[in-house]
């Protein structure tokens, strides 16, 4: 067991929901990350501010979000197809300096008092195009760090739990971060916080795999064997339309909420965090539940019923006038949303050939990342047109419509998870 990089001296003391600790390498990935991600919502936090300080400007502190994830929906599958072809733990290193570049060079040129808000919209841009290929390698690396496929669900619900503990925890550092330095040097600690990224990947054993999915292939038709295979094979069929669902109608609940506490409660930023802390608190809760999971076969009725929780929840809450009352639905919302996204990830990745496990990864991440900004953006347009109740109920009603179709055809066609590759239907 040695080869599998397995700590014999932890292995047997190791509970089951943290048994992807047992790998070494997946420990020190985890540790870099821990670390990573928490930089990582200090820029994020400090560049809104700062843009909002300089303009004013809601829409221009949207678009700064649009340009930082929507290039995941344009970029995540192509960039699938090349990780793929090439040596992944090299991809995954140079994202990573090249985020930790990016992160740099805004710091010093706001630091040196250059504060256009164009400028900082480009490094937005830039930093969303990096990361559509660092996200798709970063979850395609987790099966190199966890060798044993049965351990390799857990591991991917530890990441999804260690994504989530940074929502908690960046933003509360970038808060008081920023009460004390100016924001170029938040964007330093960002590039800095890189290296223990950078390290952890660093120490990984690696055999070359580059041609993996036929070498001379062209980039194109990498691209188009990755779209193949998810809609020849009913799992990723199956799956991926469905996280699609929740990701633009349910997650647009964050972007609206400053203008529904506005309007229905008392306006107070204290509120807001309550309200979205709630949720965060929920998602927290739908990670560690993913990760002592045990049966896998029984994950295709967890996504339908957490699908339903998100839609009844977010139906509720856009119905709901009592602060209490919408307080108590959020941690529902969030649960839904996240196990919904996460459990949906376990499966693809379980269930995918390795030669093509970039791709199909890249397809997830276009379905879930890359579709909240635009469901962000029409939910602000029809919000103008109506109203954010509205919005929020049509949200959550699409939801609960799509958890009832999920599981009446996952029932009809004895949808199953095989311990192998997927089977073509």
Known sequence: MKWRGIDSSASKSVPHALRAFRYAAFRRFYAGQSVSIVGSWVQS????????????????????????????????????????????????????????????????????????????????????????????????????????????????????????????????IASMLLVHVQEGVAFLINAFSFLAAIAAIASVPWRHEAGLAGGGTRQFQAFGAGISYALSHRVPRTLLPIVAVVSFFASPYVALMPALVRESFDNSSETLGYLVGAAGLGGLVGTATLAAWRDMKSLPRLTASACGTAGSSLLAFSFSEQYWLSLLCMPFIGFGIIVTAASVNVMLQTTTPEPIRARVIGLYLASFLGMAPFGALSAGLLAEITSVRVVLSLGGGTCMAASLAFAAWTWRASFDIPRGDARPM
């Not at 930790?100 to 808000?117: F, P, R």
């Not at 990441?159 to 929502?167: A, E, Q, T, V």
Request: aromatic share 8%; hydrophobic share 55%; charged share 10%.
């Open 45 to 172: 936090i400090a560049l809104s501010w700062l843009v909002y300080r300089l303009s004013g400007s809601t829409s221009l502190l949207g678009l700064t979000a649009f340009l930082t994830q929507a290039p995941i929906l344009l970029l995540g599958p192509v960039a699938g197809g090349f990780i793929d072809r090439h040596d992944r733990k090299r991809v995954l290193l140079i994202s990573q300096w090249a985020l930790a570049a990016q992160a740099t060079l805004l710091g010093v040129t706001v630091s040196l008092g250059v504060l256009q808000v164009t400028w900082l919209l480009i490094m937005a841009a830039v930093q969303g195009f990096i990361a559509a290929v660092e996200t798709p390698a970063r979850q395609s690396f987790l099966n190199v760090l966890v060798p044993e496929r049965a351990d390799l669900p857990n591991a991917i619900a530890l990441n999804s739990f260690l994504m989530n503990s940074g929502r908690f925890v960046g933003p509360a």
